[in-house]
Nanobody, 113 residues
Framework: QVQLVESGGGLVQPGQSLRLSCAAS?????MGWYRQAPGKERELVAR???????TYADSVKGRFTISRDTTKNTVYLQMNSLKPEDTAVYYC??????????WGQGTQVTVSS
């Protein structure tokens, strides 16, 4: 059974930082993060493959950094200069090459003064 265990969400003020972590129970080709804000569709935030290819949403480029520790099957999302519009539930995803993704349970990130 695949498990994706997320941690690191919370409440921060605008301009502050958070780091999300997601530990998988096995090795995947791609791991990443999506988010869903109230009343909005789920959207890709960032993803990273074992080849080192990374993809970011335009809204987070220059502020967020995704990284992986393949020895621990873990993906991280360093979020800097957070804005109120980054408020959402953040979901970890993981998939084998060409396959549908597995999803974590989600972790809440709230950016508010």
């Amino acid at each position: 059974q695949v498990q994706l265990v997320e941690s690191g969400g919370g409440l921060v003020q605008p301009g502050q930082s958070l780091r999300l972590s997601c530990a998988a129970s096995r090795r995947f080709f791609t791991m990443g993060w999506y988010r869903q804000a109230p009343g909005k569709e789920r959207e890709l935030v960032a993803r990273c493959s074992t080849t080192g290819t990374t993809t970011y949403a335009d809204s987070v480029k220059g502020r967020f950094t995704i990284s992986r520790d393949t020895t621990k099957n873990t993906v991280y999302l360093q979020m800097n200069s957070l804005k109120p519009e980054d408020t959402a539930v953040y979901y970890c995803t993981a998939n084998y090459f060409g396959a549908d993704p597995y999803w974590g349970q989600g972790t809440q990130v709230t950016v508010s003064s």
